[in-house]
């Protein structure tokens, strides 16, 4: 049943549930920016209309993925807990939604930034609900951003360059709760931002402006990083492409196409995950910018999961991600895509993994953890910064896909008891001990008993029932070959994969 609350800002509406004992609040849709289709968006700061919130899940246009495919391709991301299908799809879905035990006091608040490939998603999927962690002291807020084109694609708009607009958005959502989360008994002060895949490349980048640095505490990173960034130039050039791939005479024709049409649009994926070198909102170009320290540090908790892309580990999909079966033919294919680099990288993972087309997967994903350990060498310069690497298998599939990527998110969330399969008793402990760590650095910064990654280059490894310090796995080879092109080349392979079979 919903019920209306008044607070500071007007009357919300929300919804009361009990959960582990505790009453959970649960303020959902509330409008916190307005923005035109390729516009930047202007926070809220008077709600004239009344109640401010409709109490409804949104989420901004994408595609709808067919439930029954996943029959067949048995891909945790393309799971019920992961999609939107309940969601209202509207242009203007620029929404957050909060959920507390109490709206008094001065709770530790966690924001997080959805993934889904830039493509799909919104703040309330199931799988993020923020009411487990609610009902520990944590005020959780989830929020939406403009996806795919009207979000990442550059446009000329009046003979000026619009680019970086969903980061804008998330900029926008930052301060809103900034400013505004005290009225749900949050503490201003004590804002952690989190993200995940696209979510996790999102917050890595809203710690390299500025403003958007004044709007958080601390920030968790999960299984993502920013690889290459476009130039204004470049940028222009991918704006000037885009209309002509799709037969579009002129931007404008863009303001007028449905939404329908607008999502449906051909774009590279990739471009999506290249934020633009504007002097807006970036100022440089991001690896130079961690190299040199040029950004604004805050203590930093960033890792993978095991099993990045066993996701994806299905015959439909072999021949567009270059995967072979015969030895020769990966011979002849390695060194073809990546040169002798490629098969003295592939030779030491076979030291792990013979099985030739698990070894093939394990080489592809690799790139999130090239990704994750150049953030902790670069961060734990500046701050204290935990590393982990997650190994917990959800009960789903009997565990089919391992650790796949997003695997840490059900039990941080503790959703991993609402997957529509009963989590195993390991699974309740495991979640227990991702939480206990997680809300540790929500609180302080730091985790008990957990080392920060530094001269020593250790990481949490999340395990079976238990959690130890290892060594970065494959560091050795990963430094022998970084300062090759290697884990760049892997990535963008992956990513014209992912084009061909549009993996989110």
């Not at 130079?288 to 320290?293: A, C, D, I, Y």
């Given at each position: ?12 509406i929300y919804k009361n549930k ?250 590279p994926l990739e471009l999506l ?41 299905n015959k439909s999909w072999y ?186």
């Amino acid at each position: 049943m919903q019920l209306t609350k008044q607070l500071e800002l007007g009357t919300f509406i929300y919804k009361n549930k009990k959960v582990n004992g505790a009453n959970v609040q649960s303020f959902i849709g509330i409008p916190y920016a307005r923005a035109e289709r390729f516009g930047m968006p202007k926070m809220i700061s008077i709600y004239k209309n009344q109640p401010v919130n409709s109490g409804v899940g949104m989420r901004f246009p994408q595609n709808k993925v067919p439930p029954l495919i996943n029959f067949f391709l048995k891909n945790p991301m393309m799971r019920k807990e992961i999609l939107t299908d309940s969601d209202k799809t509207d242009d203007n879905a620029f929404v957050l939604n909060v959920w507390t035990n109490d709206t008094d006091g001065k709770k530790p608040v966690l924001v997080f930034i959805h993934g889904g490939g830039f493509t799909y998603g919104s703040g309330t999927t199931p799988l993020y609900n923020g009411k487990y962690l609610a009902a520990k002291g944590i005020v959780v807020v989830t929020i939406n951003y403009r996806l795919s084109v009207p979000g990442f694609i550059p446009v000329m708009i009046d003979g000026k360059l619009s680019a970086n607009r969903a980061f804008f958005d998330q900029q926008c959502a930052l301060r809103w709760v900034r400013q505004n989360i005290s009225a749900f008994g949050g503490d201003c002060t004590n804002i952690t931002l989190m993200g995940q895949s696209a979510g996790g490349l999102s917050v890595s980048v809203q710690m390299m402006n500025e403003e958007s640095s004044q709007c958080f505490d601390k920030l968790i990173v999960c299984s993502a990083g920013v690889g290459e960034c476009m130039t204004m130039e470049q940028a222009e050039k991918v704006a000037g492409n885009f209309l002509k791939l799709n037969h579009l005479s002129k931007p404008e024709d863009l303001y007028t196409l449905h939404w329908k049409r607008l999502i449906r649009l051909k774009m590279p994926l990739e471009l999506l995950s290249m934020p633009v070198v504007d002097g807006l909102f970036l100022k440089d170009e991001i690896k130079g910018l961690k190299e040199r320290g040029d950004f604004f540090a805050k203590p930093v908790m960033l890792g993978t999961t095991g099993d990045e892309l066993a996701m994806v580990n299905n015959k439909s999909w072999y021949k567009s991600l270059g995967i072979v079966s015969k030895e020769a033919a990966f011979q002849d294919k390695c060194l073809q895509r990546y040169g002798e680099v490629g098969l003295r990288f592939a030779k030491e993972l076979r030291k792990e993994y013979p099985n030739l087309i698990q070894m093939q997967f394990k080489m592809m994903e690799t790139f999130f953890h090239v990704m994750a350990l150049q953030d902790m060498k670069h961060y734990s310069k500046l701050a204290s910064c935990y590393g982990y690497r997650m190994n917990f298998v959800p009960n789903i599939w009997n565990g089919l896909r391992g650790a796949y990527h997003c695997a840490e998110l059900p039990f941080i969330f503790g959703t991993i008891q609402d997957i529509g399969q009963k989590p195993t008793e390991k699974n309740l402990l495991q979640m227990e001990i991702l939480q206990n760590d997680w809300i540790a650095f929500m609180k302080t910064g730091t985790i008990p008993n957990r080392e920060p990654f530094g001269e020593n280059g250790k990481i949490t490894l999340y395990e079976d029932k238990e959690t130890k310090l290892i060594d970065f796995p494959q560091r050795a080879i990963i430094e022998e070959l970084m300062d090759t092109d290697l884990f760049t080349r892997i990535m963008k392979s992956f990513m014209r994969g992912r084009d061909d079979k549009f993996i989110a």
